[in-house]
Every structure is written in C-alpha cells, then in structure tokens.
C-alpha cells in the first residue's frame, strides 16, 4: 500500500454501526428524563413561607415587625419642602392603605422590605420614600440596626376593590427574598364586610401634616 | 486530487448519506414553510391619541404631546435655556407585580427620531403633582408624562412619531431558568400633534 493511500484512510470516518444510533437514542432520553425532573427556578429559588394571622408581633429570619393597626384613605395633605413650600395633596389612582408598624433587626443592620399580595396574586410593593415624602415615618428603605426599633408606617397604592383578603408580606432586604429566606406572610382578616368598613372610614383627605 | 472510485465510495459510505438526507429534508422543509420566498414586512399599525394599545407588561393610552420650555409643573430657567417634549401617556401595570416606571415605560415607549431611530425619554413625572415617577402598581391607570430634552438645534414640527415596543412573559427567560418579561419587537406606532407651548412662561 502506498503512503498516500494509507494517510486516507487514516482519515476516513468512521464505520456506521447501529448500535452507535442506539447509544444516542439512550442519551437523548436521559437528558429528556433529567430535565423533566429538574426542579424550576421558581421551586429552586422560592423562599420560606412563614403565616402568621392577625395584628401584632411576627418574626422572620434577622427581623421582627409588630403591626398595630392599619387604614385607608383616598389621599394625603402633606407639607410641601423648600422646593415647593406650598402644602399638597398626595392622591392615588387607588386607595392608600398605611401599615403602621414598629420593626426589628436581630443580627444585622438593613431593611425590612413590605409588600401586600391580593387574593388573585397580584403584589403590590410598598411606596417609596418619597411617596408619601415623610422623613421618619414612611418605613421604606429605612435602615433598623439591631437594638434599636424604628416606628412608622409602610403605605401601599390599591385598587379599593382588592383590598379584600389582602395579606402583608414581609422580607429581609429590598429585593424579594432568596430561596430559603424567610417570606413572612400576615393575613389582615379583611373579609368583605371589613374591606367595606374599611372603605367607608376611608377619609377623602387625610392630614400627615406635622 | 479525489478519483472516481474514491467519489463512490464516499457516496455509498452511510454517514455522508445520512448528512445528505438531512440536508435534503432541511432545504425541502425551508422551500415548504416559504423559508426562500421574499421576506415581508408587516407595517406597524398606527395609531391616533387617545387609542389604548396592550402590549404584554404595559398597557399605554398616550394622551397629548407638546413642546414647552420648562418641565411640566417647572420653570423657566434662565440660566440655561432649554426645550422638553412631552408626551403625556395613561398608562397601566398589567403584569403581577408593581415596578419602577423608569423600567419598562422608558424602555418601551419611545420617541422617533426623524431618522427612524428610538430614542428614550429622560424623565419620567406624575401628570398629578410633578413628581418623579416612582413604582407603577398592577391594575393601577397612571398619568405619566415623559420628557424628552431637546437638542439646542431642535426645529419645530407640529407632529411626532412614537413607538410602542411589545413585552411578553417568558417562562425561561435567563440560563438558570428564571422567568422575565422580555421586550419584543416594534408593536405599535403614534403619531401625535404635537403643541408648541414655548411661547408660555407657567407649565400646564
């Protein structure tokens, strides 16, 4: 045999053989197999749900939150800043609902993150600082630093017809809680005859005025 | 070079057949599902203001536009002149979960320039009270005007073109699986008159 010839067939491809088809078959329905049973993201990353009923003191993973009352109105008078001295009215395509609260932090300093979740799951996060603009009140992205409580409100933007079994949620940090974090979740026992309560002692204007 | 004995024998080997009949199946099916034919581009549809358009995560209803010399709720600043187009949009959160208008509102509504490119508002403020634009709540219809600084070149025209983005819900989204709302492609454009208000010295 020549040199030439023996450096193609050096090159050739391989022979075809079934059994090679089957080895492919076996390993395209183990990687079907183990995808179907891998677990979602969302299973994967979902967080530890802790309930709790009612007002009062609750507790997760680096917080406590004491939840004392709540209420709704259809908007705030609010004292205007030295860039618009005037005071105003803050409104709200929904209602606004305050939380009034007294948090903890255990071990660490950071933030209690609040949102309220509708019975058809929507959620609806806390307003920002600026939203009502009430230094020392409003408690969004308020740092706690352990040993030392802050008191204060969370207050949320809602249509006036969800407020009906609405349940606080509570969480360490501003971002939604990592997998295995704590998600404790609070329901206000607001049934309908509650959320019309609710409603009809909703002030058209409340004064957060100082 | 290959002889005629060679160019059989990789003809019969049954690995180049294989290939060749996937090639053949992948150029037949193409052909079949019109993969060869000229690519048509659907036109946007075009609407007035004043049209709802729902687009996945946002659901935007642009209202007016015009040109004015001060931000809405500002002032004139004499120190350094400038023009804003606004353009004043209801909009609604249609996803489960409140975001920040400054996400995707400024993402997806956005101006044309005249030389069809996007272009995304600076600032966007609450119609009611002039505030910065904060979370966007679900099921929430919100008056937002979005700002647009001009350029100190900027002439006049008594309409403007602006387009709408589609943002759907991708179960896996990202690598790791997570779920995300993901902008699209143009789904909607606006052509707007738009009022020049340079002349005023009080904001609307």
Do not use: C
Request: hydrophobic fraction near 40%; charge should be positive; glycine fraction near 8%.
């Amino acid at each position: 045999m020549s040199a030439p010839a023996a450096a193609r067939t050096a090159w050739r491809l391989p022979r075809w053989r079934w059994r090679d088809a089957l080895w492919i078959l076996l390993a395209l329905i183990a990687v079907v197999a183990l995808r179907k049973g891998e677990s979602s993201y969302e299973q994967r990353d979902t967080p530890l749900v802790q309930h709790a009923q009612g007002l009062g003191r609750v507790e997760g993973r680096n917080f406590a939150v004491d939840v004392t009352g709540f209420k709704a109105a259809h908007a705030y008078l609010l004292k205007g800043d030295y860039s618009h001295p005037e005071d105003y009215l803050l409104r709200t395509p929904g209602v606004w609902l305050s939380v009034v609260a007294k948090v903890e932090a255990r071990d660490q300093s950071g933030y209690v993150g609040a949102q309220l979740l509708t019975r058809d799951g929507l959620t609806y996060v806390a307003s920002s600082q600026d939203r009502p603009k009430l230094k020392g009140i409003n408690l969004r992205e308020r740092v706690v630093v352990p040993g030392l409580p802050e008191s204060g409100a969370w207050f949320f933007e809602v249509p006036a017809d969800r407020l009906q079994g609405a349940h606080l949620q509570f969480y360490w940090g501003n971002g939604l809680p990592r997998g295995g974090d704590s998600l404790v979740d609070v329901d206000l026992g607001i049934d309908a005859a509650r959320a019309r309560k609710l409603m009809a002692e909703a002030k058209p204007v409340l004064d957060l005025r100082p | 070079m290959a002889n005629k004995d060679e160019l059989v024998q990789t003809a019969r080997n049954p690995w180049w057949q294989g290939a060749a009949a996937v090639a053949l199946v992948a150029v037949v099916a193409t052909a079949a599902l019109g993969g060869f034919g000229q690519a048509k581009s659907k036109p946007l549809p075009e609407y007035k203001a004043g049209h709802r358009y729902q687009g996945g995560a946002l659901a935007v209803t642009p209202l007016r536009a015009w040109v004015a010399r001060y931000k809405p709720g500002g002032r004139i600043d004499a120190f350094n002149p400038k023009s804003y187009l606004v353009l004043q949009v209801e909009v609604e959160n249609r996803t489960p979960r409140s975001f920040s208008a400054f996400g995707y509102p400024q993402q997806d509504l956005i101006l044309v320039s005249s030389k069809r490119e996007p272009i995304q508002s600076d600032l966007l403020m609450r119609s009611d009270d002039h505030s910065v634009a904060g979370d966007l709540h679900p099921r929430l219809k919100q008056r937002i005007d979005l700002v647009w600084t001009l350029p100190k070149n900027y002439v006049y025209t008594p309409q403007a073109t602006f387009g709408v983005f589609a943002r759907a819900y991708k179960a896996k989204a990202y690598l790791n699986d997570e779920g995300a709302w993901v902008q699209g492609k143009p789904a909607a454009k606006y052509t707007m008159a738009v009022q020049d208000l340079r002349d005023r010295a009080v904001a609307p």
